[in-house]
């Protein structure tokens, strides 16, 4: 059973043939991030744009990478929400339209599915597959939740973001303090560098939902510790940095990094990492978890693989190899697998949803 996955919600444009839901033939994604790196952020238009322009090629490419033809697919799968409906809509409708022409039928994907189905994937093919309930921790720049995951693939939202998303945050902070976009990554690679514990975050108390998450207090300290500082001259390095050289390297970045800067950077960092695992591990005791699966764009997060790995959740816990932890095609293969086997099929005149939600 071959499937052909098409994903284009946000800024990067991916495809990839997925065979048996398991093995990957091919995963091509051409990413935005030069476009939209020097806005600090991604321009909705400019996004779409750049969709049109990769899809055709990127579509072609997968397919020659796995040596597939149209006709020798069993399905094609699209992300149909949630995402920037602009950007959904190129993937969706390239799909709906080589669907029509070659008859393979049209199966619609969830983004956020596509996520947790990146490790039931992997799992499968290193041949330690997730075992079930597993509780499901999707973490990007556009989602935080946490989900129950049951046999056959139903879920049940257990906790979510009331504000920003972990990503979101690690992209705001960056921003604030002159590193660009996107943030999780030079974050990320500074952390180790700098003190855990120098600058303490406290966590407001969640009414209501023990296990929702909340992030915007945290970008608000660090804007506060940030304005009670003088650090316009070394925000300005960094910017000038960048402007001179897209993709810095660690040294450089330390160059115009002061050790104040990486100890807030750290301490940032640990907070994001305590309170997400912290709740990943109340909701894994709630429901009795078989499994752990952590994925989305923040999952590449070295400080938090190793805190997970260290921490003790009583289950095994999995991350997506990191081409799989961000936004990828093979993904969206990998869960229309499990709809395929359920004959599942979407009608071509199926719509993007921009705020589809699982549950
Ligand atoms: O899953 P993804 O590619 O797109 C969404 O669905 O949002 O995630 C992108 C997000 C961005 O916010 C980016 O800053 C974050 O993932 N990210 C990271 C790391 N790599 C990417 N956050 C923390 N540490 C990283 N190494
Ligand atoms: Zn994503």
């Not at 994903?7 to 990067?12: A, F, L, M, P, T």
């Not at 991030?33 to 990127?58: F, N, W």
Request: aromatic letters at 6%; glycine letters at 10%; a neutral charge.
């Amino acid at each position: 059973m071959r499937i052909l996955g098409i994903e284009s919600s946000c800024d990067e444009t991916a495809a990839s043939v997925v065979e048996n839901g398991e093995t990957v033939l091919s995963s091509v994604v051409a990413s935005q991030m030069s476009t939209h790196g020097k806005y600090g952020g991604v321009v909705p238009e400019l996004a779409s744009r750049e969709h049109l322009r990769a899809i055709v090629p990127v579509v072609r490419e997968a397919l020659a990478q796995g040596a597939t033809a149209l006709g020798d697919l069993d399905a094609i799968a699209a992300t149909v929400g949630p995402g920037l409906v602009g950007s959904l809509l190129v993937g969706l409708t390239y799909a709906k339209s080589l669907s029509l022409a070659s008859g393979v039928p049209l199966i619609a994907v969830n983004h956020i599915e596509g996520h947790i189905h990146a490790v039931v994937m992997e799992s499968k093919r290193a041949g330690t597959p997730v075992q079930f309930p597993a509780l499901a921790l999707v973490v990007s720049g556009g989602h935080t939740h946490l989900f129950e995951v049951l046999e056959g693939f139903l879920y049940r939202l257990l906790g979510k973001t009331r504000d920003d998303a972990a990503g979101e945050a690690f992209d705001k902070v960056a921003k604030l303090l002159g590193f660009g976009y996107p943030g999780g990554p030079v974050v990320d690679r500074l952390a180790p560098f700098g003190d855990p514990l120098a600058v303490k975050f406290t966590f407001a108390k969640m009414k209501g939902n023990a296990l929702d998450f909340s992030f915007s207090g945290l970008k608000t300290a660090v804007l506060r510790w940030v304005e009670a500082r003088n650090m316009t001259s070394e925000i300005e390095a960094r910017k000038a940095l960048r402007r001179e050289n897209a993709a810095p390297s660690i040294d450089e970045w330390r160059a115009v990094t002061p050790q104040t800067t990486l100890d807030l950077l750290a301490s940032f960092q640990h907070a994001v990492i305590v309170e997400l695992l912290t709740r990943a591990r109340s909701s894994a005791e709630e429901i009795g978890a078989q499994s752990v699966i952590v994925s989305g764009g923040v999952a590449c997060n070295s400080g938090l693989r190793g805190a997970a790995a260290s921490a003790r959740f009583g289950c095994p816990i999995y991350f997506p190899s990191l081409g799989l932890s961000t936004d990828n095609a093979a993904m969206i293969a990998a869960a229309a697998f499990a709809k395929l086997e359920r004959r599942e099929f979407a009608s071509l005149d199926i719509a993007a949803e921009a705020n589809l939600r699982l549950v």
